[in-house]
């Protein structure tokens, strides 16, 4: 596809608005994906699911002030006991991460009812958090951008309240799965849907590039899989996965920040330097990176790590491509189309990712 028609998709995508699994914005994309692939002659499953959906509601202030926020997913039910607020900073997406568990636990013996986080970002946005299922410490924390750092130092007891309750009802969701109908054992390209905020650059961006391949590679055997509930870690694809025996060639995962831009300096934008392809299992690898270097990729050959949901497709032991990475805006209410990526930018990545994909199938065919 031309570079407009790609950027057209993200914007597309990111107009449906906070993509929450579960979530309005979550089943208009599975709508639009839906639509999207049987434009382009596929035949389309809709793997829908329930799931526990915890969401909480109200307000956060300083001072009388709302204060944008983000509570934590799934770390208590009811409302938020009155009583003392811990009010820190924290650590997560950019320098590394604390522990929720130990900010919990400091927190609650030292009196303490709720904590109220500011999160560490260099242009002072809020910053999502995934978090699996299971991994909750029944302790009420509540992320706020790093920009209210300052506000918080000193903000404890009436300056600051917590006025928010969380409950836990019924959600439903689903994975798109899809086959162009050529014979011969498929190539599966998947990418996740879901996520936090607008997701332009995070989610939008691989969308459109998977939709290129499946343009690109019309006349191969196909599988795509478009996976929910990827900020529950990974909950989609790991359900979607646990139910089948896969009969594939082997895999291409499209995930984060598949054409996200970065600030290279005098107002300019580059694609960031944040994103990493992987490439294991197969004799392509050289090619492969070769392929993917316009895309401005790191390549790393054989991986012992992968990233991301390649982490789940890596246990099937089939050759696996991988691209993902981050942006500057990723998992903040700025990832917007116009902030983190460009037609040229998406033009270039689908491009690459496109002669990429060919060699590695090519090979995984023998």
């Known amino acids: 596809m031309e570079g407009d028609r790609l950027f057209g998709l993200v914007e597309e995508y990111a107009a449906f608005g906070d993509h929450r699994t579960g979530s309005d914005a979550d089943h208009a994309t599975t709508g639009w994906l839906v639509q999207q692939f049987a434009d382009r002659g596929l035949t389309v499953e ?8 915890w969401q909480a509601h109200g307000d956060v202030t300083i001072d009388d002030e709302p204060v944008e926020h983000l509570a934590l997913h799934g770390e208590w039910e009811g409302p938020v006991p009155e009583g003392p607020v811990l009010a820190t900073g924290y650590s997560v997406g950019f320098g590394g ?10 927190a609650q013996s030292s009196g303490y009812t709720s904590a109220v986080l500011a999160t560490e970002h260099p242009h002072g946005s809020l910053v999502g958090v995934n978090r699996a299922p299971g991994e909750e410490t029944g302790f009420p924390i509540v992320l706020v951008p790093a920009r209210e750092a300052g506000r918080l130092d000193g903000a404890e007891g009436s300056r600051i309240r917590v006025d928010l309750a969380a409950e836990i009802g019924p959600g439903s969701t689903a994975n798109v799965v899809a086959a162009n109908g050529v014979v011969g054992r498929p190539l599966l390209l998947t990418t996740p849907m879901t996520g936090w905020f607008g997701c332009a650059g995070e989610r939008g961006t691989g969308l459109a590039v998977l939709l290129d391949l499946v343009e690109r590679l019309a006349d191969r055997p196909l599988m795509v899989l478009a996976t929910s509930g990827h900020e529950l870690l990974y909950d989609g694809v790991k359900r979607w996965v646990a139910d089948r025996s896969l009969d594939t060639t082997a895999i291409v995962h499209v995930g984060a920040a598949a054409a996200s831009e970065a600030p290279e300096g005098a107002g300019r934008r580059a694609l960031a330097p944040t994103r990493v392809a992987f490439c294991g299992g197969s004799t ?9 270097a316009p895309g401005a990729w790191s390549f790393v050959a054989e991986p012992d790590v992968w990233l991301g949901e390649g982490e789940v497709w890596s246990e099937l032991d089939l050759p696996m491509l991988s691209v993902t990475g981050a942006g500057p805006w990723f998992h903040t209410p700025e990832d917007t189309p116009s902030n983190s990526t460009s037609p040229e930018s998406l033009a270039v990545c689908a491009a690459a990712l496109g002669e990429a994909v060919e060699a590695f199938d090519t090979a995984a065919r023998g």
């Open 46 to 53: 809709v793997d829908s699911y329930e799931f526990d959906r």
């Open 284 to 292: 392509a690898a050289a090619a492969v990176g070769e392929a993917l």
């Open 97 to 106: 991460e604390q522990s929720f568990e130990a900010v919990a636990g400091a």
